[in-house]
Structures are given as structure tokens and as C-alpha cells.
């Protein structure tokens, strides 16, 4: 009697997991649900608050720039991933300009001029009229000069005699951060990869909160997540430097890769400006240059599934970010980031030192992240068969019309 009701016991058990699984296949929610309910937002935040305030504005090629990249090599290490900082050349100069006296006061500059001394005897500093520019061109200088906005340059302005000391210092070697994962069974490897990229640098003036900060730490929460999480695929992360320069991160790691890693990668989820609380910048964007992809795909079935489907807007047709280098050489690409669904604009500081803690929108941010991780996992974890997808070869991608709007470029793409 006893074995009979331990074999009983047996094969109930047997049945329960068996309905587990088949209602878990049947259920794609079910997937879901395992992966977004592990998005830490406190533990985003707290990152995000270090980035941005702890090393602040960090611009391609400066200590500040790889300051960031070996913080973010540390937690990839810490998180069991086996962690590359990939070096590669960009010459870059960068302004300082502090006050000393009546007192010390960082002041937010752009350079500007021909001569690449540390200090100078002379120099020229030039104030723009709106709050939002820093930016100036003079033709044919001699002399080095800076630019300001109208709010630093009316601080210089004060009745009381003043000391300035303008310093210009050239860098020339950036970083990208890669950190990679192969599943633990090699039995059921599919052989493909996935990519999850972020840019982690910012323009001169801003610490870079939403740009890119809150995409840098939506990354690594994802890797956190991922660390543990069954898979059949390949995940790689890619913490892109010199984005703000012209994609030159992201453009070198995919130059790196060999064309079996190329045709292997069958997609780049990329974040870029993911937690924004810009009060018009309510829409998920999930952009491409190639149409409907893997990448839109997955995202706006998942967004439907957590019932965020009015949240996103997949495809939207742009560039701008460091999927296109991606999409280049015919890797499935997108990047997520927010903006306005009526007239497609950014947050109003982007680019601008008011880029900071307080324009973070935590429960955006949360949501943005648990959309890709539920996109993405759909296409890693074992459940999901080998995915085939239609390759476009390099040789065959015609090349994009780069035109620039409000300083952002825009990529204009032929018809292939």
C-alpha cells in the first residue's frame, strides 16, 4: 500500500511538471513574466546616480571616458562574465575652463581653435545667447578659444574682477567594453549570438543621465538578469565608447568581428536614451533602417504581452545610434529610445548639463527594460528553435545618405 501511494505520488508530480512545461510552451507570458519580474529598478538607479554623478561627463577619448569603462568592466566581472576592454584609436581634445577667483567654479566649455598646448598666453571665449548652446565656429583662428552658454558666459560677466584659468588637453585612445556569455550546455548551442550594445560616452557639458547613462545601466541589468538565466545562444554586451563622435565604438567592434561571428549575430538590441521623463517623450521608439526585423519584431510582441503594446512603436524608421553599424554589415538591428510620438522630438536638454539625475523616469525606464528582456530572452532561451534568418551580405548593403537635422544625424537609406 505504501509503494502504490509513493508511486502515485511519483507520477503526479511527473504530470504537474509535464503541465508546467507544456503550459509554459503554450504561454509565451509565462517566459515573460520569469525575466521581467527580475528587473531591480533601485539597483538601476543606484548605478545610474554613480555614472552620472560620480564620474560624470565623460567624453570620448578622457580619463573620464575610461573611468566609466573599467567601472563598467567590474560589474560585467562581477557579474561571472568574462569581461574585454577593447581599445582602439580617436584623437580628441577637450576644454577646461575654471574660474579662481573671487572663487572656484568649474565652468562648461566647448573648445574651439588650432594649437594644442596645455596652457596659453592668450585665448578667446565666446558667449552664445541661449542657455542650450556651447557650441561656435570661428573662421581661420589662431588663437585657442571656448565656447559657453548665454548662463556661463553672464557668470563671467559678474562686476567683480575675476581670474580664469583655460586649459586644453588632447587624448587619443577610447574603449569599448565587451562581456560575453556562451551557454552552459553545448549540446543544445544554436551557434547563433545575440548583442545588447549602449554607449556609454556623452558630449562635452553634459554628466549624460539619460544620454546614455540610463541605457548603460538597462544593459547591465539585463547581463545581471541573463547571468543565471538559461540559454542556448550566445549573449554579448557591448558598452560602446565614442558614439557622440560618429559611432566609432561600435562601428570598430563590428570591424573586429570575423565573418562567421557576422553571420552567427542574428541581432543588436541597443539602448540608447531609455529612462528619459521628458514630459512629451511618452513613446518606446524601437528603431531600424531595414523595415519590420527580428529586433522590432520581438520587441513589439513582447511590449503586447506585458501590456505595453501603446507604450512602443515598432518599427520606426532612423538611425543615429549604434545599431547602424549593425545594420552595416546585415545584422537584424534597433534601438530603443523615447521620444515624442507627435513630432518625434527629444527630451529638451538633450545634449545640455541639465542631462541629469531628475530627468529620469524610473518607472520608463523599468518598463523599457523589461520589454527587451522579455523581446530578447524569446530569442535566447532554450525553448526557442534555432532561428534562421534571410543574411544580407556587406557587399550587398548600399550606402546610407548621412544628412544631420538639429544636430542629430539621420541616416537616409536606398532601397536595397
Request: hydrophobic residues 40%.
Given at each position: 500500500?505504501?509503494k502504490?501511494?509513493?508511486?502515485t505520488?511519483?507520477?503526479?508530480?511527473?504530470l504537474?511538471?509535464?503541465?508546467?512545461?507544456?503550459?509554459?510552451?503554450?504561454?509565451?507570458?509565462?517566459?515573460?513574466?520569469?525575466?521581467?519580474?527580475?528587473?531591480?529598478?533601485?539597483?538601476?538607479?543606484?548605478?545610474?546616480t554613480?555614472?552620472?554623478?560620480?564620474?560624470?561627463?565623460?567624453v570620448?577619448?578622457?580619463?573620464?571616458?575610461?573611468?566609466?569603462?573599467?567601472?563598467?568592466?567590474?560589474?560585467?566581472?562581477?557579474?561571472?562574465y568574462?569581461?574585454?576592454?577593447?581599445?582602439?584609436?580617436?584623437?580628441?581634445?577637450?576644454?577646461?575652463?575654471?574660474?579662481?577667483?573671487?572663487?572656484e567654479?568649474?565652468?562648461?566649455?566647448q573648445?574651439?581653435?588650432?594649437?594644442?598646448?596645455?596652457?596659453?598666453?592668450?585665448?578667446?571665449l565666446?558667449?552664445?545667447?541661449?542657455?542650450r548652446?556651447?557650441k561656435?565656429?570661428?573662421?581661420?583662428?589662431?588663437?585657442?578659444?571656448?565656447?559657453?552658454?548665454?548662463?556661463a558666459?553672464?557668470?563671467?560677466?559678474?562686476?567683480?574682477?575675476?581670474?580664469?584659468?583655460?586649459?586644453?588637453?588632447q587624448?587619443?585612445?577610447?574603449?569599448?567594453?565587451?562581456?560575453?556569455?556562451?551557454?552552459?550546455?553545448?549540446?543544445?548551442?544554436?551557434?547563433?549570438?545575440?548583442?545588447?550594445?549602449?554607449?556609454y560616452?556623452?558630449?562635452?557639458?553634459?554628466?549624460g543621465?539619460?544620454d546614455?547613462?540610463?541605457?548603460?545601466?538597462?544593459?547591465?541589468?539585463?547581463a545581471?538578469?541573463l547571468?543565471?538565466?538559461?540559454?542556448?545562444?550566445e549573449?554579448r554586451?557591448?558598452?560602446?565608447g565614442?558614439?557622440?563622435?560618429?559611432?566609432?565604438?561600435?562601428?570598430y567592434?563590428?570591424?573586429?568581428?570575423?565573418?562567421d561571428e557576422?553571420?552567427?549575430?542574428?541581432?543588436?538590441?541597443?539602448?540608447d536614451?531609455?529612462?528619459?521623463?521628458?514630459e512629451?517623450?511618452?513613446?518606446?521608439?524601437?528603431?531600424?533602417?531595414?523595415?519590420?526585423?527580428?529586433?522590432?519584431?520581438?520587441?513589439?510582441?513582447?511590449?503586447?504581452?506585458?501590456?505595453?503594446?501603446?507604450l512602443?512603436?515598432?518599427?520606426?524608421?532612423?538611425?543615429a545610434?549604434?545599431h547602424?553599424?549593425?545594420?552595416?554589415?546585415?545584422?537584424?538591428a534597433?534601438?530603443?529610445?523615447?521620444?515624442?510620438p507627435d513630432?518625434?522630438a527629444?527630451?529638451?536638454?538633450y545634449?545640455?548639463?541639465l542631462?541629469t539625475?531628475?530627468?529620469?523616469?524610473p518607472?520608463?525606464?523599468?518598463?523599457?527594460?523589461?520589454?527587451?528582456?522579455?523581446?530578447?530572452?524569446?530569442?535566447?532561451?532554450?525553448?526557442?528553435?534555432?532561428?534562421?534568418?534571410?543574411?544580407?551580405?556587406k557587399?550587398?548593403?548600399?550606402?546610407?545618405?548621412?544628412?544631420?537635422?538639429?544636430?542629430?544625424m539621420?541616416?537616409?537609406?536606398?532601397?536595397?
Amino acid at each position: 500500500m505504501l509503494k502504490v501511494k509513493k508511486s502515485t505520488s511519483i507520477m503526479i508530480t511527473v504530470l504537474m511538471i509535464l503541465s508546467l512545461s507544456l503550459t509554459a510552451f503554450a504561454n509565451p507570458a509565462a517566459f515573460d513574466r520569469g525575466i521581467s519580474s527580475r528587473v531591480d529598478i533601485d539597483r538601476m538607479m543606484d548605478q545610474l546616480t554613480y555614472l552620472t554623478e560620480d564620474i560624470g561627463v565623460r567624453v570620448a577619448s578622457t580619463p573620464e571616458e575610461k573611468e566609466a569603462a573599467e567601472w563598467i568592466s567590474d560589474i560585467f566581472e562581477n557579474y561571472g562574465y568574462t569581461a574585454e576592454i577593447q581599445e582602439f584609436e580617436f584623437i580628441n581634445r577637450v576644454a577646461y575652463l575654471t574660474m579662481t577667483e573671487p572663487e572656484e567654479i568649474q565652468i562648461d566649455v566647448q573648445i574651439g581653435g588650432t594649437r594644442l598646448e596645455g596652457h596659453f598666453a592668450a585665448a578667446l571665449l565666446i558667449q552664445n545667447n541661449d542657455w542650450r548652446i556651447f557650441k561656435a565656429n570661428v573662421s581661420g583662428a589662431s588663437i585657442p578659444y571656448a565656447t559657453m552658454n548665454d548662463e556661463a558666459g553672464e557668470l563671467l560677466r559678474g562686476e567683480e574682477e575675476i581670474m580664469v584659468n583655460l586649459k586644453t588637453l588632447q587624448y587619443d585612445t577610447s574603449q569599448n567594453v565587451i562581456a560575453t556569455r556562451k551557454p552552459n550546455n553545448k549540446n543544445r548551442d544554436t551557434g547563433n549570438v545575440v548583442v545588447y550594445s549602449a554607449h556609454y560616452d556623452t558630449v562635452p557639458t553634459a554628466p549624460g543621465a539619460s544620454d546614455n547613462g540610463s541605457g548603460v545601466v538597462g544593459m547591465l541589468e539585463l547581463a545581471r538578469i541573463l547571468s543565471s538565466m538559461p540559454i542556448d545562444t550566445e549573449v554579448r554586451f557591448l558598452a560602446a565608447g565614442a558614439e557622440e563622435v560618429g559611432l566609432v565604438g561600435s562601428r570598430y567592434y563590428v570591424a573586429q568581428l570575423s565573418e562567421d561571428e557576422i553571420d552567427r549575430t542574428i541581432a543588436n538590441y541597443n539602448m540608447d536614451m531609455i529612462g528619459t521623463a521628458g514630459e512629451a517623450q511618452t513613446t518606446l521608439f524601437v528603431n531600424t533602417l531595414d523595415g519590420d526585423n527580428l529586433v522590432s519584431r520581438t520587441a513589439r510582441e513582447a511590449a503586447e504581452r506585458l501590456g505595453y503594446s501603446d507604450l512602443v512603436r515598432a518599427p520606426f524608421h532612423r538611425g543615429a545610434s549604434d545599431h547602424v553599424a549593425f545594420f552595416e554589415v546585415g545584422i537584424d538591428a534597433a534601438n530603443f529610445i523615447y521620444r515624442c510620438p507627435d513630432t518625434i522630438a527629444l527630451e529638451p536638454w538633450y545634449h545640455q548639463p541639465l542631462d541629469t539625475m531628475d530627468k529620469i523616469s524610473p518607472e520608463r525606464l523599468q518598463m523599457a527594460v523589461e520589454i527587451i528582456a522579455a523581446a530578447s530572452y524569446d530569442v535566447v532561451r532554450p525553448a526557442t528553435p534555432n532561428l534562421i534568418r534571410s543574411k544580407i551580405r556587406k557587399d550587398t548593403v548600399k550606402p546610407a545618405d548621412v544628412q544631420y537635422q538639429d544636430n542629430e544625424m539621420i541616416l537616409k537609406v536606398p532601397e536595397m
